[in-house]
T-cell receptor
Framework: NAGVTQTPKFRILKIGQSMTLQCTQD?????MYWYRQDPGMGLKLIYY???????DKGEVPNGYNVSRSTTEDFPLRLELAAPSQTSVYFC????????????FGPGTRLLVL | QKEVEQNSGPLSVPEGAIASLNCTYS??????FFWYRQYSGKSPELIMF????GDKEDGRFTAQLNKASQYVSLLIRDSQPSDSATYLC???????????FGTGTRLTIIP
């Protein structure tokens, strides 16, 4: 039981490049979330999903896209990377809404130069 | 705009003492609160959650909620060096899928 896994662990992008951050969970959770954490800051919600085929915006969705074709996977797409997207990205999942524990993946550190 | 505020610290506490971490929130509609611990370079992990006014205890940890004052706290008794981490407070509405996180308080336990 791996929990929530994320790839890659670290990536350097050039301005204008695109990439997809992968997130997979093996706990059969319906709810999945993408957060970003800037240095010394808390977590900001980018997008979330309450089930396969259903996604919604969080606080800071601009510059990102998501899809949820399966229960297990919730990839985050960055189009036209900008230095402001330099951050650590965490994926999380839970069995229900906020009344259930959110389990976090190990994170992806992204540097845009 | 729902906000959750924390003192960023750092908060230094001697080993064996009680560490007190505080959090205030602006939205009276917030119903549930969560404390996450995050070690440097690692992902957050849930320590405790609290829904009702009063205290909730779990081992060395006690969460306190005062809805009238819009105030949440986390007490860590018999602090250990392994408690040194950043502690994130988060709030949510019942039935809402989203958490609002504070910026976190960095706690250092001094041996």
């Amino acid at each position: 039981n791996a929990g929530v896994t994320q790839t890659p662990k670290f990536r350097i992008l050039k301005i204008g490049q695109s990439m997809t951050l992968q997130c997979t969970q093996d706990m059969n959770h319906n709810y999945m979330y993408w957060y970003r954490q800037d240095p010394g800051m808390g977590l900001k919600l980018i997008y979330y999903s309450v089930g396969a085929g259903i996604t919604d915006k969080g606080e800071v969705p601009n510059g990102y896209n998501v899809s949820r074709s399966t229960t297990e996977d919730f990839p985050l797409r960055l189009e036209l990377a900008a230095p402001s997207q330099t951050s650590v990205y965490f994926c999380a999942s839970s069995a229900g809404g906020t009344q259930e524990t959110q389990y976090f993946g190990p994170g992806t550190r992204l540097l845009v130069l | 705009q729902k906000e959750v505020e924390q003192n960023s610290g750092p908060l230094s506490v001697p080993e064996g003492a009680i560490a007190s971490l505080n959090c205030t929130y602006s939205d009276r509609g917030s119903q549930s609160f969560f404390w996450y611990r995050q070690y440097s370079g690692k992902s957050p992990e849930l320590i405790m959650f609290i829904y009702s006014n009063g205290d909730k205890e779990d081992g060395r940890f006690t969460a306190q909620l005062n809805k009238a004052s819009q105030y949440v706290s986390l007490l860590i008794r018999d602090s250990q060096p392994s408690d040194s981490a950043t502690y994130l407070c988060a709030g949510a509405y019942f039935g809402n899928e989203k958490l609002t996180f504070g910026t976190g308080t960095r706690l250092t336990i001094i041996p």
